[in-house]
């Protein structure tokens, strides 16, 4: 359930919910010193603004496409690497970038871990020693790696949740990265991106699977049904 307040309605843009956490206290201070030092007020009452923003939660449209797989974040596709038999791919999310991070594939969470490290900028080859939460769908996992700025990871999934693709499994704030480890069954002939490329959670395709990995999912998915 939404514990959005009342103001929310005078924004343009939706956001998140802890966006409002974040917010209150320059929202307050603002407020506060307004009467008294309008240039600190304005500045705090900007900052609050500011923080709303960064938080914005637009609604994004999946492509209605069998077999895709979308970017899990917004921003600029960072790494195209194989790990293991996988392949993945990284995107970093700048600071003016949409910070909501969503379901490249179908699937239900297995498990979601959280690993304390290091706080290196999220668009450094070391980011990967970084804070981060891993959320593991089993065949495919989504990592999101806080930067030197971010310290906050909030997903929003737990063990057992079922996702459609581009759903919203959970935030982070201040700028950082997130990966997705892709299915084995992905090869580097079915990536659609490279690095550099701009990208839209829950919109961008990064990978189109082959009818005969769907197909050899099939069984699975419907043990799994049963």
Request: proline share 8%; charged share 25%.
């Amino acid at each position: 359930m939404s514990r959005a307040p009342p103001l929310s309605r005078l924004l343009p843009f939706p956001v998140v919910d802890a966006a409002w956490d974040l917010a209150l206290v320059p929202a307050l201070a603002g407020a506060v010193a307004l009467p008294l030092l309008p240039p600190v007020g304005v500045a705090l009452v900007a900052l609050a603004v500011g923080i709303l923003w960064f938080h914005r939660d637009p609604e994004r449209e999946p492509p209605d496409i069998e077999g895709t797989v979308v970017s899990p974040a917004d921003g600029t596709v960072s790494a195209v690497r194989e790990e293991g038999s996988r392949l993945r791919v990284g995107v970093f999310m700048n600071v003016t970038d949409v910070h909501v991070n969503r379901a490249p594939i179908a699937g239900e969470v297995r498990e979601v871990r959280h690993r304390p490290g290091a706080n290196r900028p999220a668009f450094d080859k070391e980011s990967d020693r970084n804070e981060q939460v891993a959320i593991d769908f089993g065949e495919y996992e989504l990592l999101v790696i806080a930067g030197w700025f971010a310290r906050r990871i909030h997903p929003s999934v737990e063990a057992g949740d079922r996702v459609e693709r581009g759903d919203r499994v959970g935030h982070v704030s201040f700028g950082s990265r997130a990966d997705v480890v892709l299915p084995a069954d992905v090869t580097r002939e079915e990536l659609l991106v490279t690095e550099g490329d701009s990208v839209r959670a829950g919109e961008t395709i990064v990978a189109e699977r082959s009818t005969a990995s769907q197909e050899s999912d099939a069984p699975e998915a419907s043990a799994a049904e049963a």
